[in-house]
């Protein structure tokens, strides 16, 4: 479990999240909707053990993750993976791309070796590479270059090199934006798969009908924290928070 | 003298003025010493480089122009800094290194890495932001998010080892006076290099030869041009 | 005479050795100094001097570098110790200079003027007159000054001056500048004007340069042979070599850097250079050295009369 406990954040001028308490467990999708600059960005990237709340307690499965040693961290930073709201691909090869969350947690010895066989050019693609990207249907463009896959591909891709460690935690930011059906469809998929696979997800999204497709939860972002956050299906029917109903129904604009 | 490069320079070539092993005995001198040194600057300037790119700290704009000055520092200037400190008189006097090639090393090193430096701070600032974050939030420390930049900035990282490769082989001044252009007497080089070679033959009025060894300094700087442009091409993350 | 039969034993040594080891480069040929032994011992070094393997720097003037006079004659001299020559050609001035900061072992140059001042000042010691060449006038054969033939330097400078005729300058401060403005001194002119160029460089360039423009310049008579089949400008005033003035004589004299002064200077194998380059051997081998059928320097170490002014400055009278 993920909890944050009391958080604030700001980056300078004036808060970004403030006093906000929420967890999130395996096997849970939880949707984070809320107007944009509101904070969704921030939340994710604390949740994803990237960002340093200013103040406030983020534990990841009982420890307190800032207040371990910087070896400790890192251990638990590698439980989570996260895919960013902007392109974020490595300029090389897409398996270059997924592979690197398992080669940054191998040896260096077993990094030379492989680096040496890949000079060689004998270098199996691992099971679970493969299988991460299947899972977004791209087990057929292993050798393509990044820079020259669509944003669908992309986006695809960013999730497969999240998923292919293994994590037991998923921050996805606005993962279908400026994506069309089918590759909304693949990504939502795949959330899915995840989720069967006993990761905790958070997804960012503008989406609200994205998140009732998706979710176990709803968190609704305004102001500086959570208007309402609880089961998808509640907080959509049944809001008990007035700005909450008229963000979900359109009339709230910020 | 009238000086037609075209029908002078291949008679020139055919039979060589030189002695043998002269001329690839100044090769090997300039590529020694030029390799060297422009390895040594990499090995500071890449590392200068990401730090300064990475990592906000006080004094880092009068470190940047402390860089932007040593690019167009006159290599004479530096041949006489260098001239000094190894000097017998000089803090390093009891070395023992003027006139010799371990000191044509070290000034063309003071060249070199202000440009080499200069320029992988711009390609390393160049490599976004998301990427670096990607790396870390894959999983890698900061060592891996480091390689990953470097892997990034390659081609530019490549440009700035070229650029202080060619600033180091073809430059004249500092070599001439710290090394002192020294063949011994069987004719292989000891501390004479492509440059300083033109330099005598220029000064002895023998414009021909002058010109084979320019021809042949031209050579090397596009072969190691090219080299390094196919590698920065092939290399790197399995292009 | 005992110089003589050690060279010999070297020499038979060193090339029994050499012909051994195919290579004479990196092989350590040492002769005995003191022990008469082992001259064609492979194991040599052991009994030696101790200078085997060891390397001398030389400081010189381009006038001598340039004309391949050094490379001509060092091998004998790396072959007879087993130590290599760094030979670094520099203007006179500049030589001096880096003798003077104990940078190299011992200097050849040809400028009486500033040899003495750097005697004088402690730097160097033993001093031996070596060889000498002579300067020569040249200058474009439609000679525009008309200073052919004359019988004196610097009654042809003054033509050039009142002539306003190109002329070209070392202006590097080299024993050929130094000369050539000690004759404009003696001659009472102070060269000035677009007429005079100072160019900075070494011989070779400043014959081009005057050959480019159809200048006058001084030159020593070694680099103008070794170029002149290049250039088309001719000898207008002889040197004392062809008779001509005794002041464009060009003395090279060698000094071995002052061993108390730079305690690092390798003193020994300074003077072993210098007794060998003085030696009537060697002496020989100079003035058998030719480039474009020419005899370049003279050889002057070597005499019966005595020659008491060599080791002192020019002029001395008994200390001041
Ligand atoms: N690194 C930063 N430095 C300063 N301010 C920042 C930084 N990152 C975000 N902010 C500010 O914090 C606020 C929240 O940003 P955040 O990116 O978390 O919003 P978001 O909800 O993800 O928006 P969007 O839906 O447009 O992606 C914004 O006002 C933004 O300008
Ligand atoms: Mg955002």
């Not at chain 2, 000086?3 to 320079?9: E, I, K, M, Q, R």
Request: charged share 20%; glycine share 12%; with cysteine.
């Amino acid at each position: 479990m993920i909890r944050l406990s009391n958080v604030s954040h700001t980056y300078g001028d004036g808060p970004v999240l403030e006093d906000l308490s929420m967890s999130v467990d395996p096997g849970e999708v939880l949707a984070i909707i809320g107007p944009s600059g509101v904070g969704k960005t921030t939340l994710l990237r604390v949740l994803a053990l990237f960002v340093r709340p200013s103040s406030g307690t983020t534990e990841l499965d009982g420890r307190a993750v800032w207040s371990v040693g910087e070896s400790e961290r890192l251990a638990l930073r590698r439980r989570i993976g996260m895919v960013f709201q902007e392109a974020s691909l490595f300029d090389a090869s897409v398996v270059r791309n997924v592979e690197y969350g398992l080669r940054v947690r191998e040896s260096w010895r077993e990094r030379l070796r492989s680096q040496f066989r890949s000079v060689l050019g004998s270098n199996g693609t691992s099971e679970a590479v493969e299988e991460a990207l299947e899972v977004v249907d791209l087990d057929d463009s292993l050798e393509q270059d990044a820079d020259s896959l669509s944003g669908g591909e992309a986006q695809r891709v960013s999730f497969a090199r999240a998923l292919a460690y293994d994590p037991k935690y998923l921050m996805l930011d606005e993962p279908t934006s400026d994506l069309d059906p089918r590759n909304t469809g693949l990504i939502e998929d795949a959330i899915g798969t995840a989720r069967e696979r006993g990761i905790g997800v958070v997804v960012a999204t503008h989406d609200m009908h994205q998140a009732e497709r998706i979710a176990d939860r709803v968190g609704v972002l305004l102001g500086d924290g959570f208007s309402e956050i609880g089961p998808t299906e509640r907080v959509f029917e049944d809001p008990t928070d007035d700005r909450t109903r008229k963000f979900i129904s359109g009339e709230l604009v910020y | 003298m009238a000086l037609d490069p075209a029908v002078d320079l291949l008679p020139a070539l055919l039979d060589s003025p030189f002695r043998e092993g002269y001329v690839s005995s100044i090769v090997y001198v300039s590529l020694y010493v030029s390799v060297i040194a422009v390895s040594l600057s990499t090995l500071v300037s890449v590392p200068v480089a990401i730090v300064m790119g990475f990592v906000d700290f006080r004094g880092k704009q009068f470190v940047k122009s402390v860089i932007n000055t040593g690019m167009g520092f006159p290599s004479v200037v530096v041949g006489l800094l260098v001239l000094f400190a190894v000097s017998n008189q000089g803090p390093l006097g009891s070395l023992e290194l003027i006139f010799t090639k371990e000191a044509m090393i070290m000034s063309q090193f003071v060249l070199a890495t202000p440009p080499i430096t200069a320029i992988s701070l711009a390609a390393v600032t160049g490599v976004e932001g998301n990427v670096r974050d990607a790396a870390r939030v894959l999983g890698g420390t900061r060592l891996d998010v480091a390689l990953v930049v470097i892997k990034e900035a390659r081609y530019g990282i490549a440009t700035a080892v070229l650029a202080g490769f060619g600033r180091a082989i073809s430059e004249v001044g500092s070599v001439l006076i710290v090394g002192g252009n020294i063949t011994s007497s069987d004719g292989i080089s000891k501390t004479r290099t492509l440059t300083t070679a033109v330099q005598l033959e220029a000064r002895q009025g023998r414009y021909e030869t002058a010109m084979v060894l320019g021809a042949v300094l031209v050579a090397i700087v596009l072969l190691v041009n090219a080299v390094v442009v196919r590698l920065g091409d092939t290399g790197g993350m399995g292009r | 005479m005992s110089i003589q039969r050690r060279r010999f034993v070297a020499a038979v040594g060193a090339g029994a050795l050499a012909g051994a080891a195919g290579c004479l480069g990196g092989t350590p040929v040492s002769v005995g100094s003191s022990s008469s032994a082992g001259a064609g011992d492979a194991d040599a070094s052991d009994d030696g001097p101790g200078v085997a393997g060891e390397t001398l720097t030389l400081t010189t003037t381009t006038s001598t570098y340039d004309t391949g006079l050094l490379d001509a004659i060092h091998p004998d001299f790396e072959e007879m110790y087993g130590v290599s020559v760094d030979a670094v050609a520099q203007g006179t001035g500049a030589a001096l200079e880096t003798a003077r900061n104990g940078d190299c072992d011992v200097v050849m140059v040809h400028a009486r003027g500033l040899e003495d001042e750097f005697m004088r000042n402690g730097y160097g010691v033993n001093r031996r007159d070596l060889m000498f060449n002579d300067f020569v006038i040249v200058g474009p054969t439609d000679d525009p000054a008309g200073i052919e033939g004359m019988g004196s330097a610097t009654e042809a400078l003054t033509a050039i001056a009142d002539a306003e005729a190109a002329f070209v300058s070392r202006g590097d401060n080299s024993g050929t500048h130094t000369k050539e403005r000690n004759l404009w001194e003696a001659a009472g002119t102070d060269p000035g004007g677009d007429w005079y160029q100072e160019i900075g460089g070494g011989m070779g360039e400043a014959l081009n340069n005057a050959n480019q423009q159809g200048a006058y310049t001084l030159s020593d008579r070694g680099t103008f042979i070794s170029q002149r089949s290049e250039i088309g400008l001719t000898v207008l005033v002889q040197g004392p070599i062809e008779d001509g003035p005794e002041v464009l004589a060009n003395p090279y004299g060698v000094m071995a850097v002052n061993p108390g002064v730079h305690d690092d200077a390798n003193y020994d194998l300074a003077m072993a250079y210098i007794g060998w380059v003085t030696s009537p051997g060697v002496q020989e081998m100079i003035s058998e050295y030719e480039s474009d059928g020419e005899q370049l320097f003279f050889p002057e170490a070597v005499s019966e009369n005595p020659d008491f002014q060599q080791y002192v400055p020019d002029g001395w009278n008994g200390g001041e």
